[in-house]
């Protein structure tokens, strides 16, 4: 992470401490969150978008480091299938990430970065936090949560675990639980980043520099499994970068080798390297079913009157259609009114945040 | 699962009104009544029910295309196989199950009754008669499978793969405990009497209990 001037974001420390699966508690916990929309006189007409494991809570505005759009941009806004015209939409930065939420960057009780001594965080964990932010807000009841890969785990622990907050929950290419294949990748990242002597056991926010190797290598692992195969092969095929010839070299020969490192690279300069580490780890603990006794249907018990609507797509094989079906069997099981399609996209696991008319349709007509 | 007639006509004043088998199913089930529409294509049955009867509306349906319509509408539809995926449900979860068009399709037509009369209090079955006098007449006169309103594609295309007839089904439920509620026959789009349903009837509708 490139050392940057310290982030106007607007943020709001929530009063009382955090206590976390883990047993432990973090105090003075501030989430960093962005709105969209007006909030109404009765603050039934809230949406809580979680965001995703590199996400944050820019869905529909400029990004402050990259001054990209917002990440979300085709669904939130006035008029899209999420409107906010009608809808207040809300987006916090979860717990252990860093565009202004506490996590391994913040300042721990000695004023020093937490770096590794912060806490291991659950999804439950980044949920709760943000059920203290819909407390402070007056927000008793949500219209909706939504989320898309991990912010629809966010969603179904927010559905198992605080079921009378919501009436809706819409999840999107997402799981409930990480599987062996889904942990296995995020260990190659998590260990390109510990591999990185620039990583220092965590503790490099002083020494000026950051394992931004490790991190881009991690990044590029993982944005394989978000894309599809045919959607590289369409995409990049063969293609050579910039050449006529193979260079008998290991420069990027490839197009997609091009195209990985240049994803690797940009990531740095948004993302720390120890929040990925955490957030990652959060992922790979997710198991919704474990959480409950072991059986998924009763995570939900509950929330058989909360609405469901969960979406796949075809081509994704991070969060596949048979892990999503899990959940459906789940909820069919408990009698709760759910949704669910398997839609198909050439985007594998990304189709969620790509041009997919039919994801659009169906969210307007789930949000309602 | 997937069925591929539609669930609306062209009524006498061109607007679009239920298929006649399933508007009789819509004028029998109970007020706000929970309702599991099993092949529920793109969900106009569920809709009718929701918004006339107050009911508590899911469905189930095979194609994606129809439940991406169904969600679309605001329905609570799931993507699934009814074949397998019925057996997730408790027991009596519904007040009323319906299978319109489909049981002709099952792999198990039986295991797939026993599990709408396991969910619902009450299931509504419809399916075309194989027995309809017209069915006869092609077969005798053709000699080659028939290609009808309600049966309209070609042997090998067909997702009808237990082909029935009125006094078929009829045996079918005596053999397995089902009692019949009620019933009703239709042609031409018109219901008509019970009365040599086997021969007259295009396709009916069978109201169950067990």
Known sequence: ?368 | MTHHYPTTQVGPANSEALRVDLAKIAAHVPENARVLDVGCGDGALMAELQAKKGVDARGMEIDPEEVEKAVARGLSVVQGDANRDLADYPDKAFDVAILSQTLQTAQRPHWLLNQLLRIGEQAFVSFPNFAYWRMRLSLLRNGRMPVTRHLPVNWYETPNIHHLTVNDFRDFLRDHNVRVEDRWYFANGREIGGSNANWRAEHAVFQLSR
């Open chain 1, 1 to 368: 992470m490139v050392s940057r001037p310290t982030l106007q974001v607007q943020s709001l420390r929530l009063e009382a401490p955090l206590a976390l699966d883990c047993g432990r508690v973090l105090d003075n916990v501030t989430l960093a969150f962005e709105t969209y929309g007006a909030l109404n006189d009765t603050k039934d007409n809230a949406i809580l978008l979680c965001h995703a494991l590199t996400g944050d809570q820019f869905v529909a505005s400029q990004h402050p480091v990259t001054g990209k759009p917002g990440w979300w941009e085709r669904m939130v806004g006035p008029g899209k299938p999420i409107d906010t015209d009608r809808f207040h939409v809300i987006c916090a930065n979860v717990v252990g990430s860093c565009m202004g939420s506490t996590g391994p960057a913040s300042a721990g009780a000695d004023g020093a970065p937490f770096a590794m001594n912060f806490p291991v965080i659950t999804i439950r964990d980044m949920v709760r936090a943000q059920i203290a932010l819909l407390d402070a807000l007056g927000i008793e009841r949500l219209h909706a949560v939504v989320g898309g890969s991990m912010g629809g785990m966010q969603a179904l622990s927010l559905a198992a675990n605080w079921p009378q907050r919501t009436q809706r929950v819409l999840g999107i290419a997402t799981t409930a639980r990480h599987s062996a294949q889904n942990i296995a990748f995020h260990e190659v990242g998590r260990q390109a980043i510990m591999a990185d002597p620039a990583w220092a056991k965590g503790d490099y926010y002083a020494s000026g520099q950051s394992p931004d190797k490790g991190l881009s290598v991690a990044r590029m692992a993982a944005h394989i499994t978000y894309l599809s195969e045919a959607g590289l092969t369409e995409k990049f095929g063969r293609r050579l970068q910039d050449r006529d010839a193979k260079s008998f070299g290991f420069d990027a020969d490839f197009q997609v080798e091009s195209y990985l490192r240049y994803q690797g690279i940009s990531f740095t300069d948004r993302f720390d390297a120890n929040s990925y580490l955490y957030i990652t780890r959060a992922m790979d603990y997710f198991d919704l079913a474990e959480e409950h006794g072991g059986r998924l249907a009763d995570a939900f018990g509950k929330a058989s009157d909360v609405r469901f609507c969960l979406v796949s797509f075809d081509t994704d094989w991070l969060y596949t259609t048979a892990d999503m079906r899990d959940v459906v069997h789940a909820l069919n099981a408990v009698a709760a009114p759910v949704s669910f399609v398997e839609l198909s996209a050439p985007y594998g696991h990304d189709s969620f945040l790509l041009d997919v008319p039919a994801l659009d349709r169906v969210v307007t007509g789930f949000v309602g």
